[in-house]
């Protein structure tokens, strides 16, 4: 098997722990995902995943990327052949997971990401890569130009680690070239925020995140006319959701709930959709 090397920027390396993450679950016979592909690159690449190793974070980062599989699976239900846009696309194997054949599917990151994405994925006429930053306006006239609407927008993990002024410049160019767009993104409230230091997973790597948001409300003051659909904690996710997940799961979780910890409250997983025509 050929080992890759990973020379990725301080904030590009998080992606690695969603990775490791569904990997991780992967092994368990009662997974949340079934994601071989994810066991399949981490055992390729030269990196010291070990450092996650047992975290509680991981099985929430694997939570929420089975929610947002929800929510694009449901949009792809309605509409088979939409297309996704996977914003700061990491290593993720959506595509694999619910690709319906006829969906139109680009995957946006940053050089050093897509360098190695490359490793293991290829463009295909329904999968395009796409190199550029998310605040950038060019990625967005390429969509645009090679599919059609309608489009979901997914942003898992990305957001939270521009600054508030970067995060306001993106949901404008958003709402302005994906008009009445689903998108589904998360937000970390202060509590998380202020202590990253002490963070399972984050204590572990450089990179920190910049953007403190209240919920989903807060979104609708910038951007008049946005709706909220959804917004969920990993404490309260959807009951069709969690009646799925295995009992040990369950009862973690409602234990969770329980206490009303910060840095589970306050951490929410959104689905919106932008303002304008839909």
């Not at 946006?108 to 990401?113: G, I, K, Q």
């Not at 994405?117 to 969509?143: E, L, N, Q």
């Not at 645009?144 to 002024?165: K, M």
């Amino acid at each position: 098997m050929t080992e890759h090397g990973v020379r990725l920027g301080t904030v590009q390396e998080t992606l690695l722990i969603p990775l490791y993450g569904r990997a991780v679950d992967n092994r368990k016979p009662d997974a949340i995902l079934r994601d071989t592909r994810a066991e399949e690159i981490v055992a390729s690449i030269d990196y010291d995943f070990a450092r996650f190793d047992d975290l509680p974070s991981l099985t929430g980062a694997v939570l929420r990327t089975s929610l947002f599989d929800r929510w694009v699976a449901d949009f792809l239900a309605a509409h088979p052949a939409g297309t996704v846009v996977e914003i700061g696309a990491g290593l993720n194997t959506r595509y694999e997971r619910l690709d319906t054949g006829r969906t139109r599917w680009f995957d946006l990151d940053l050089p050093d990401v897509i360098d190695l994405r490359r490793s293991f994925f290829t463009d295909t006429p329904h999968r395009t890569m796409i190199t550029a930053s998310v605040a950038d306006t060019a990625w967005a006239d390429t969509v645009t130009s090679q599919a059609n609407g309608p489009y979901f927008l997914a942003a898992e993990a990305v957001l939270p680690y521009l600054a508030e002024t970067d995060v306001r410049q993106v949901l404008a160019l958003l709402a302005d070239r994906f008009p009445g767009t689903l998108l589904a993104l998360d937000t970390a409230g202060p509590g998380i925020v202020t202590t990253q230091d002490q963070h399972d997973a984050l204590s572990k790597v450089d990179a920190r995140m910049q953007w403190s948001c209240t919920g989903p409300d807060e979104l609708a003051e910038w951007l008049p006319g946005l709706t909220v659909l959804a917004s969920h904690t990993l404490s309260s996710l959807p009951r069709p959701m969690h009646d799925t997940l295995p009992a040990s799961l369950q009862e973690m979780l409602a234990g969770l709930a329980r206490q009303r910890l910060p840095q589970v409250e306050e951490y929410q997983l959104n689905l919106v959709r932008l303002p304008g025509a839909s």
